[in-house]
């Protein structure tokens, strides 16, 4: 936008910001005008045609430089890493069908297309959400004059319907057949299992599991104090819980009953042991690490199976 300025000798001068066909920020500027009219009627149409000439420069990029772009000034490194990582999911969607397209070859009816390819085997909730990333990337374009229709309006989704809120969680005559499926051969080695025993009893977030310390617990108010969360995607260290939200939750006796014995064990192991639990985490192994995601849903896998379960969450 060109901005105006009264100089010292009593004349104006202008400047004009813009981005050059490099994606380079540069500044034009000129002065000796007598009035801010007079520089203002030479000033704006050279800034309505400098914008166009870097609207088409933009047009004529290829779409997955233009995403990447977009991504790195607008969306990468100004929220949480999780977000950064769905803009990256959809960078690599782009770049998978939409490689060699310019900017300005993306139809509605080719966008129409890719949805409908990219749905295959997809849920819609899942397309839905990438073409959310996507589709505000084309949408600065339509915004900012790169495109000449907003592409993405009305666009249909498509993909498989997502299953019905019943079908996503295990039923109580399920849970019960999981949580004997758990308990069979049960060992204090069975970190794992000890953490989605306390999890099918609580409701926690296994990132919330996996950050309780010793003090989360209180055996003689059969309390459990839910403040804090593990950040296993990126600092593998604390984090706050999802939603910030803290809560006791109430322990029943046979959850006690179960969970004691290991608490007790790791407590000893952990004050006693040549290795140190630093950070007097209770569901560690024997080299006082936390079991991985990846563990613990292979673990939960295998309980499924013996209990001859197909879904779960």
């Known amino acids: 936008m060109a901005s105006y300025k009264k100089i010292a000798n009593g004349n104006w001068k202008y400047i004009i910001s813009y981005t050059d066909d490099n994606g380079n920020y540069r500044q034009k500027t000129k002065q000796g005008f007598p009035t801010k009219t007079a520089a203002k009627e030479v000033a704006e149409p050279l800034e309505i045609k400098l914008k166009a000439n870097a609207s088409m420069a933009d047009a004529d990029m290829l779409f ?12 990468y490194g100004v929220y949480s890493p999780a977000t950064d990582d769905q803009y990256r999911t959809a960078e690599r969607i782009v770049n998978k069908y939409f490689k060699g397209l310019k900017v300005k070859q993306i139809t509605k009816d080719r966008y129409q297309k890719f949805i409908k390819d990219y749905s295959k085997g997809l849920s819609k909730e899942t397309v839905r959400k990438n073409h959310n990333k996507i589709g505000a990337c084309l949408r600065h374009a339509f915004h900012t004059g790169v495109i000449p229709i907003n592409i993405t309006h009305k666009i249909n989704i498509t993909g498989n319907p997502s299953k019905p809120k019943e079908e996503k969680f295990l039923n109580q005559h399920e849970l019960r057949k999981l949580i004997i499926a758990l308990q069979d051969g049960l060992s204090f080695k069975h970190v794992s299992r000890y953490m989605l025993l306390l999890q099918a009893s609580t409701g926690a977030r296994i990132g919330e599991i996996m ?19 593990w950040d296993y995607k990126y600092t593998n260290d604390f984090a706050d819980t999802k ?4 809560r006791i939750i109430d322990l029943d006796k046979d959850t006690i009953r179960l969970i004691r014995p290991f608490y007790d064990h790791k407590r000893k192991q952990s004050f006693t042991g040549l290795l140190k639990n630093q950070k007097k985490l209770v569901f560690v192994d024997d080299y006082m690490e936390l079991n991985s995601v990846n563990a613990i849903n292979k673990s939960m896998a295998r309980a499924c199976k013996r209990a001859g379960l197909e879904r779960f969450t």
Request: net charge negative; no cysteine.
């Open 243 to 246: 939603n910030g939200v803290h």
């Open 64 to 75: 997955t430089d233009y995403y990447n772009k977009w991504a790195h000034t607008y969306k």
């Open 211 to 229: 950050a309780l310390t010793f003090d989360s617990f209180d055996f003689e108010k059969e309390t459990l104090t839910i403040n804090k969360g």
